[in-house]
T-cell receptor
Framework: KNEVEQSPQNLTAQEGEFITINCSYS?????LHWLQQHPGGGIVSLFM???GKKKHGRLIATINIQEKHSSLHITASHPRDSAVYIC?????????????FGQGTRLTINP | DSGVTQTPKHLITATGQRVTLRCSPR?????VYWYQQSLDQGLQFLIQ???????AKGNILERFSAQQFPDLHSELNLSSLELGDSALYFC??????????????FGEGSWLTVV
């Protein structure tokens, strides 16, 4: 079993729909990152969370440390949101931490 | 633009050869991370340097090595290349020592194809 599991693996929705991508992890972490990877390959960091909730534009990320679970929400989805969304957790000791990645969720928003 | 620069963007080489991938971190960032993304393994952490010193090691093969220079740029050396080394190699940087509590900025990646 992977240390970081994302669901769903693939998601297709219509423009305007509310999107939720889930991430569960099985290890102790110091932070959780949500990343976005576009078809060209580049990766953009969307959020870094250690507790609670963060919002940036139409994107909202939440984390529940006790349940070891995080969600990424997209409101009023748009075709330009089509990308692979990757959850990654920081593990290790202070000053020597690494990211462990989920397998990614491929999101397609149709117009 | 993340501010992290990777070269080359694309590279095709033969099995058994050696290549060097280069990364310039964002201005002011002291940590450099290397990741490998392959179709079958997904994204994997290879190695991290902080201010010239190795800080964390992941699933990096013995045929691979890296270093961070005094000007903070980093190089990932891949030798005795095999077909399975074909992947997208990402460099990333952050201000502080660890991946926790700090936004990580990724480069565009270097596509390596081994034929």
């Amino acid at each position: 079993k992977n240390e970081v599991e994302q669901s769903p693996q693939n998601l297709t929705a219509q423009e305007g729909e509310f999107i939720t991508i889930n991430c569960s992890y099985s290890v102790g972490i110091s932070a959780l990152h949500w990343l976005q990877q576009h078809p060209g390959g580049g990766i953009v960091s969307l959020f870094m969370l250690s507790s609670g909730k963060k919002k940036h534009g139409r994107l909202i990320a939440t984390i529940n440390i006790q349940e070891k679970h995080s969600s990424l929400h997209i409101t009023a989805s748009h075709p330009r949101d089509s990308a692979v969304y990757i959850c990654a957790v920081s593990v290790g000791v202070r000053g020597a931490q690494k990211l462990v990645f989920g397998q990614g969720t491929r999101l397609t928003i149709n117009p | 633009d993340s501010g992290v620069t990777q070269t080359p963007k694309h590279l095709i080489t033969a099995t058994g050869q050696r290549v060097t991938l280069r990364c310039s971190p964002r201005s002011g960032d002291l940590s450099v991370y290397w990741y490998q993304q392959s179709l079958d393994q997904g994204l994997q952490f290879l190695i991290q340097y902080y201010n010239g010193e190795e800080r964390a090691k992941g699933n990096i093969l013995e045929r691979f090595s890296a270093q961070q220079f005094p000007d903070l740029h980093s190089e990932l050396n891949l030798s005795s290349l095999e077909l399975g080394d074909s992947a997208l190699y990402f460099c990333a940087s952050s201000v502080a020592k660890g991946a926790a509590g700090n936004t990580i900025y990724f480069g565009e990646g270097s596509w390596l194809t081994v034929v």
